[in-house]
């Protein structure tokens, strides 16, 4: 534990990388489709070639615009794209096409449980190509650098938060609400692993009471939740240390090492001047009109912190409606089994239980499985309407799981139905009143427990099958006799 935490608190703003879920590139008409042969995805506008000119992907701003108002920020009527100039081989042109003070955001802001964190803005710009560093055995014996451009010109939309967050833990709450929402919304995968969507941590501390910000680092390279956490963590300790020893935190780019679980410096801070920003000539300003921006609302998707709400207003414990919320594949396939009619507390106990349960041993979602909304409507229903127990419908959709078989018919094959005949339900609860005579005497005596004792044995009987209010009325006059 931090022997620094009531001395010194954690001052946290993110810079998000989305990658948007456009078929095309930004300014350039090739796909970008992820895990292509390298440079087979190029054309002359993203290989920088002299003459060519960009052209702006109009999916490219509807998503931008969604974005925004998903994220509650004010999408100015006019916004204009700007040259970032700065060398790296993965960058042909020199510089990358980015917006600097008109952004397509600005303002706004994102939930977490106990506040709202503030968005300064988003803005629209391209990607990079990628370096691929290979081994030692290159052409004179040594290590060497390959340039795959396929990513150049993927849009990205970087969404830049307020330095509201106070905690590792805020930080993560922070991105795994705004993951949820780009997901939603349709906009971008939010995979951080595979890196469509990208996290830096700026990270600064101050003494507790202080107002004034301290110097903050930028830590690059967290690709999961869990080095996002552990990469602040880390800073925090780091530069709580410089300052006790009486030294100054520098503000520089930090990479995180996930294997040896630390930060260290990958260079200088640049400051905006140094990429010497001026506007692309190459591409008019944009004028977005209110119009477009009303049709772009209009198709704004139920958003997931609505989802959430509604989930509990329909009997779902907070636990569950967040569960349920944070797979949007689990919530998509919820909300088609709602709009079947079923109980949604009942189908969130079967999904959240037993179907969740599998689908973690198969290591698969819930669309690759072979329960299909019908399927799994039709067990409840046969729950519902009595034919079936609980116990049997939660062993039962298991095989459906397995087998894909439909719920009906397994339960006609496999004679499952429920047994609310008298006739055959009281011989049975007379033979277990014969054959244990210690207990019942016990449970006349005043041992009100033993009930279920006796109902436990009638359920075995018949295999879970017993009609249960018919067996807890038979018995209970049968044992009064
Ligand atoms: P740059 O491009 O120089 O990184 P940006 O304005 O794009 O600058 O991003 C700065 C990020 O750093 C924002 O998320 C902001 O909230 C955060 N930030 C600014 N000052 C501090 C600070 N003192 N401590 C922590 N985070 C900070
Ligand atoms: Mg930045």
Not at 26 to 35: S, V, Y
Not at 162 to 168: I, L
Request: glycine content about 8%; charged content about 30%.
């Amino acid at each position: 534990m931090s022997n620094y935490k009531d001395k010194y608190e954690m001052v946290i703003g993110l810079e998000v990388h989305a990658q948007l879920k456009t078929n095309t590139k930004i300014f350039a008409r090739e796909g970008c489709e992820f895990g292509k042969d390298p440079n087979t995805e190029t054309s002359t506008v993203t290989l920088g070639l002299p003459g060519v000119l960009p052209v702006l992907n109009k999916e490219c701003v509807n998503m931008a615009i969604l974005v925004g108002l998903a994220l509650n920020s004010k999408i100015p009527n006019r916004c204009k794209f700007d040259r970032k100039q700065y060398f790296y081989p993965d960058l042909p042109k020199g510089y990358q096409i980015s917006q600097f003070d008109e952004p397509i955001c600005e303002g706004g802001w994102v939930e977490i449980s106990n506040k709202k964190i503030g968005i300064t803005r988003a803005h629209l710009e391209e990607d990079a190509g990628k370096l691929v560093h290979a081994g030692a055995s290159g052409l004179y014996g040594s290590s060497y650098s390959l340039v795959d451009l396929n990513r150049a010109g993927t849009p990205l939309l970087e969404i830049v938060s307020e330095p509201d967050m106070r905690t590792a833990e805020e930080a993560r709450e922070y991105v795994e609400n705004l993951r949820n929402i780009l997901k939603y919304i349709g906009v971008c995968d939010g995979n951080l692993e595979e890196g469509s969507m990208r996290a830096d941590a700026n990270v600064s501390i101050r003494p507790i009471g202080q107002k004034e910000f301290g110097t903050r680092a930028e830590i690059k390279n967290v690709n999961s939740f869990r080095s996002l956490t552990r990469a602040i963590e880390y800073e925090f300790e780091r530069q709580a240390e410089i300052l006790e020893e009486g030294g100054e935190v520098i503000q520089e780019t930090r990479l995180w090492d996930d294997n040896s679980g630390t930060t260290s410096s990958m260079r200088g801070k640049e400051d905006a001047h140094d990429y010497r920003y001026f506007p692309e000539p190459d591409l008019m300003p944009l004028e977005i009109s209110k119009e477009w921006v009303e049709e772009i609302r209009a198709k704004m998707p139920e958003l997931p912190s609505q989802k959430l709400e509604r989930y509990k207003k329909q009997g779902l414990s907070d636990y569950d409606a967040s569960v349920i919320v944070n797979q949007i594949d689990m919530a998509l396939y919820y909300d088609k089994l709602l709009a079947k009619g079923v109980d949604a507390k009942t189908a969130s106990n079967f999904l959240m239980g037993e179907v969740a349960a599998f689908l973690k041993e198969e290591k698969i979602s819930i669309e690759q499985s072979k329960l299909t909304v019908d399927n799994f409507a039709s067990l409840l229903e046969l729950l519902k309407k009595g034919t079936i127990s609980n116990n049997i419908a939660k062993s039962l959709i298991v095989d459906i799981l397995k087998t894909g078989e439909d719920a009906q018919s397994l339960v006609e094959k496999k004679g499952l139905s429920v047994i609310s005949d008298e006739s055959t339900i009281l011989p049975i609860i007379q033979k277990i009143i014969n054959d244990n005579p210690e207990q019942v005497a016990a449970y006349k005596g005043g041992k009100d427990k033993l009930f279920g004792f006796f109902v436990g044995q009638a359920m075995k009987e018949t295999k879970g099958r017993a009609n249960p209010q018919m067996l807890n009325k038979l018995l209970k006059t049968e044992l009064e006799k």
